[in-house]
């Protein structure tokens, strides 16, 4: 049995996390056996970070690696069919997605201090109460810096939000009249760019992204249609 641990069901989705929520769908899709662990803190997780799984006592962190995991448990390809100029504008959108656009999503959750407090609950209620203050400013502040080190957190609100805005309406003209992005079925960009839209648009303080993002029929029917097929029912 594999064991997925993620963090807690926060803003209307059934992990706090997309890059947990890419894994939970992978697996599910693949038909793999799991078990869902859930935890507010990732002090413990390799890396320090989550998702990761458990299988046969090792420890597999990363989303990614966790792709990489199912497809060969499964013996499957998330990118089945595509040829191999799609699968390099596959992982060209799946490294924007998650290396551009979730930065700008951590700046909107984690920088912007009328988010921030719902997060801190979401994210951290595993925490003990006496240590809880503590850590968690020093999360913060370490998420802070990363997105400095990453340099999106160097930009205003409104620079940040012109980048990203780009980025999204990228994946709209990829998308097209599809039902996904590559054609009929999903394929593994979808998997990361569905939650991740969807993290924008459930985050409780509405920013200009999700605004932007609720504003577009296209990419609303896309959400609507990534988590109708992609995210398990009962969850």
């Not at 400095?148 to 805005?165: A, C, K, L, N, T």
């Not at 990829?174 to 979808?190: H, M, Q, R, V, Y």
């Not at 924008?200 to 990419?219: E, G, W």
Request: hydrophobic share 40%; proline share 7%; glycine share 6%.
């Amino acid at each position: 049995m594999i064991k997925l641990t993620v963090y807690p069901a926060s803003f209307e989705e059934p992990t706090a996390s997309p890059f947990c929520m890419k894994s939970i769908c992978m697996l599910h899709a693949a038909g793999l056996p799991y078990e869902i662990i859930e935890t507010g803190d990732p002090r413990g997780a390799p890396k320090q970070k989550l998702p990761f799984i458990e299988v046969d006592a090792q420890q597999i962190p990363d989303s990614e690696q966790i792709r990489s995991f199912i497809e060969t448990a499964a013996d499957l390809d998330f990118d089945e069919g595509l040829t191999e100029r799609q699968r390099g504008i596959s992982r060209a959108i799946i490294r924007m997605v998650e290396e551009h656009v979730y930065f700008a999503i951590v700046a909107d959750r984690w920088g912007e201090d009328d988010n921030w407090e719902h997060v801190r609950r979401a994210f951290f209620s595993d925490i003990p109460v006496i240590i809880r203050g503590f850590v968690t400013r020093q999360v913060r502040k370490q998420a802070l810096a990363q997105l400095d080190g990453q340099g999106i957190g160097r930009h205003s609100p409104e620079e940040r939000f012109d980048r990203v805005r780009r980025d999204v309406i990228a994946i709209r003209e990829i998308l097209s009249d599809k039902p996904f992005l590559f054609g009929e079925n999903p394929t593994a960009a979808d998997y990361s760019v569905v939650p991740i839209l969807r993290a924008s648009i459930v985050t409780p303080v509405t920013k200009p992204l999700a605004a932007f993002i609720k504003s577009d029929p296209t990419l609303m029917a896309y959400v609507t249609r990534g988590t109708d097929r992609l995210y398990p029912t009962g969850l």
